[in-house]
Structure formats: C-alpha cells, structure tokens
C-alpha cells in the first residue's frame, strides 16, 4: 500500500504546482492584455433612436485565450432613474489576435424627452457606469468597473422670444414680428416645426403662427415669427406659448412672457 499513497502524493503535489503555476501566469497574463477606447460617436436615427457607440479594441498577448469578453454600460440621470443600459460580448479572443468590439447603447428619444422635458431647453450631466469582465484562459474570470460623466447638450439651450416689434402702425390687422433664438448644444441636428400662440395681458387668444427652424449641432439660431394681430388687442405686456410640432421634439411645450 505504500507504493500508490506515495504515488497519490506525488500526484497531488504536481497538481498544485501547476495550479500555482497556472493561477500566476494566468495573473501576468492579465498585464499583456491591452484595451484601447476609441472616440465615442452619437448619432440620431431617422425613427428617433439615439445610439452611443463606443469602440474597443482588445490586444492578447498574454498566455492564455480571453474568453467572453464583456461590456456592460448603465446611463443614469441626475436623479439615479436609469435612462438606458446594454451589454455586449465577445465569445473568445485567441492568444496573439486584437480584436475589435463595438458597444452600442440605445436611448428612445422620444421617451427620454417625454419624461424630463427640461432636456430641451437644459445641458445636463449623466452618470456612466462601465464594467469590464472576461475569463482568462477561458475560465479564471476577471471584472473591472467604473463611473464616468457624460454631458447632455440641450437642442434649444437659452430658447428665446423677444420683444414684439410693430411693422405698421395703421394696417388692420396689425403685423407683429418677434425675434426668436435658441443654441443647438446637441450632438444632432435641429429641424422642427413650432407653433408659436401669442396672448395678450387679459389673456386672450391674439396670434397663432406656425415656423420651421433648423440648427446645425453646436451651432445658434436667430429668426422670427411673425403675427397679424386684430386692432386694438395688442398690449404691452403678455405671453407666448411654444409647441414642438415634430419628433423627437413634440413631447416639449414652453411658456415666455413678454413686456
């Protein structure tokens, strides 16, 4: 009997030196293992959708296979309610190969700006949070997260109508023109309709015109909406109600006094 528990023995002890010796590589491997980030890229889709794209590539040169390699990202609002999250995953990334994997998060615009309309006219800051989690030599899993800001640039930053300015003192009815200015601090593209209602002092209905305003991103507007507002309504001081006619702006209607 003593010739097999010596052999048991030796077994054992050769097990765990390759355990040893496998759970150290597989550690030093982990720092051959380069992850590079590229430029983040936003984009608005034609049904609304705002898509975050963020780019890795993912160089093996330790020891051992990666495998499933993952990224999982969590946008929340100044107030913690979570306005998107996604994870994507490669199945394998093989010793000595750089691969490439593209991460997608998807916001419903619509939705995102029904819930908070403040976005329209407001810039924000959201919370990010990343973890990255992979399996070296396939099985021994690692994760890593952390938490980073984004910056929401609102598509009418600073929206203003301004002093109303009498074209003809005499026509019936009289012509009214307003400046209108807003900055376009989103990533995307303004182009909406408005409809703009103007109110005098007691309250009454007097203008409703309808405008097209379109902003480059990172770009300023600067127009005007005209009125034809019956003699003897007009007065020095009132309001004006803002409507946006088209998607994903509808959800938002504004309020602006004048005088």
Do not use: K
Not at 34 to 56: A, H, R, V, W
Not at 117 to 136: C, E, H, K, P, T
Not at 227 to 251: H, I, N
């Amino acid at each position: 009997m003593r010739v097999p528990i010596r052999m048991i023995s030796v077994a054992t002890t050769i097990f765990w030196v390759f355990l040893i010796a496998f759970a150290i590589t597989a550690v030093y491997s982990v720092r051959d293992v380069s992850f590079n980030m590229g430029e983040p890229q936003s984009t608005l889709t034609q049904d609304n959708m705002m898509i975050l794209s963020l780019p890795f590539t993912v160089a093996n040169r330790g020891f051992y296979n990666i495998g499933l390699l993952s990224v999982t990202t969590q946008i929340s609002d100044e107030e913690g309610g979570v306005i998107a999250d996604n994870s994507t995953t490669l199945p394998v990334v093989r010793i000595g190969e750089q691969a490439t994997l593209v991460h997608n998060v998807t916001i419903n615009a619509t939705d995102f700006l029904w819930r908070n309309q403040n976005y329209l006219f407001d810039d924000a800051s959201f919370l990010v949070n990343m973890s990255l989690g992979m399996r070296i030599a396939e099985v021994i899993p690692v994760q890593v997260s952390t938490n980073v800001s984004m910056s929401w640039g609102a598509p009418f930053y600073n929206f203003s109508l301004g002093t109303p300015e009498l074209g003809s003192f005499d026509s019936t009815p009289l012509r009214v023109t307003v400046p209108l200015s807003f900055e376009n601090h989103a990533f995307f593209d303004v182009a909406c309709a408005l409809r703009v209602q103007m109110y005098n002092a007691y309250g009454s209905l007097v203008g409703d015109t309808q405008t097209s305003v379109n902003a480059a991103q990172h770009s300023s507007y600067n127009g005007f909406v005209e009125f034809y507002v019956p003699q003897g309504e007009m007065t020095d001081t009132g309001r004006f109600e803002v409507l946006f006619l088209t998607p994903p702006f509808d959800s938002g209607q504004l309020e602006v006094h004048y005088g």
